[in-house]
């Protein structure tokens, strides 16, 4: 019987247990994929938390790569012993995943199951943050938050693609190494300068054209004060905690200020908005324009430790469980 990581009850890492779990057959417009590894991301330990709930218990992992075991009757997609890869539907954190057809895409041979995996949730992220929240344009500058983490290196090398000028924050000197070699023009370290004064000296004191934050609680404030005139702050996450309610008129008084907080879903509405996606990411990987760092690999059954490292913000990179 398959192993998989179950969650009973919400709290912290503690309560993330190794089961046996039978998923059953497919249905119509499900596969089976035989998991070669998952991705861990934040949002993992938000529904962990219940800052998301979720229907107990549960399987948790929204994205995973592997191959395709089984097909319902009515898939299309992809058909038996296909590499494939997916995000958006939990139960990454197993040796099997039951999955939607309709979410899974097939892996090119020049990239590898650990990186495909690496690529699609936080890949997909940075693509719609870069393409559709805020389309980035040469010569714009963009300031990304965590500018080492999973996200922040994926954010640094798709904006430099295009054109930009790129300013990072980050923690420590070994994250400022990986923030510059993944492009950073410039690398601020937040604790030992008010990043929000460093971006307004580092533009003339203008600002920059677009924030993009993952980080929450600790950094909004900041990132408002880092914005141009007419400047966007894509608030994409919360990892140091959720962002208070914010007066409208807060906004007014940075300049006419936009603030968004997008979330993937709803840019993969389509099956041809997630190829267009991935397709991109993929080709990107396969032709080396795109590094996709792992910073962790863990086996699934330390998923407790994952976390408690991803929290801690003692990870670089992509964190990867390996059933």
Do not use: C
């Amino acid at each position: 019987m398959p192993t998989a990581i179950r969650i009973q009850q919400t709290g912290g890492p503690e309560v993330l247990e190794v089961a046996d779990v039978e998923i059953g057959p497919p249905g119509p417009r499900e596969v089976v994929v035989d998991v070669a590894a998952a991705g861990v991301n934040y949002i993992d330990t938000y529904q962990r938390s219940g800052i998301y709930p979720m229907t107990l218990p549960y399987t948790p992992g929204l994205e995973g790569a592997g191959t395709v075991s089984a097909v319902g009757a009515e898939v299309t997609e992809v058909t038996m012993g296909d590499r494939v890869a997916w995000q958006g539907h939990p139960g990454g954190y197993a040796q099997q995943a039951l999955v939607p057809a309709g979410i899974v895409v097939r892996v090119p041979d020049a990239v590898s199951a650990e990186t495909a995996a690496a690529t699609m949730l936080q890949g997909i992220t940075a693509h719609y943050l870069l393409n559709s929240t805020h389309p980035v344009t040469e010569g714009e500058t963009v300031l990304v938050h965590a500018a080492a983490g999973g996200v922040g290196l994926l954010l640094v090398q798709l904006a430099k693609a295009k054109g930009a000028r790129v300013i990072g924050t980050v923690s420590t000197e070994e994250k400022e190494r990986l923030a510059r070699e993944a492009g950073a023009d410039e690398v601020i370290r937040y604790t030992e300068e008010d990043f929000a004064e460093a971006a307004r000296r580092l533009t003339g004191g203008e600002g920059v054209d677009v924030v993009y934050d993952g980080v929450g609680a600790s950094t909004y404030e900041g990132s408002l004060k880092s914005l141009r005139r007419r400047g966007l702050l894509a608030l994409f996450g919360a990892a140091s905690g959720p962002v208070p309610p914010i007066d409208p008129q807060r906004l007014n008084a940075g300049g006419s200020l936009f603030l968004t907080r997008p979330k993937t879903d709803d840019h993969v509405v389509t099956r041809e908005e997630l190829e267009w996606r991935t397709r991109e990411l993929f080709d990107a990987v396969a032709e080396g324009s795109l590094g996709i760092r792992i910073g962790a690999r863990y086996p699934l059954a330390q998923a407790r430790q994952a976390h408690e490292d991803l929290q801690g913000r003692r990870t670089t990179g992509k964190v990867l469980l390996l059933p």
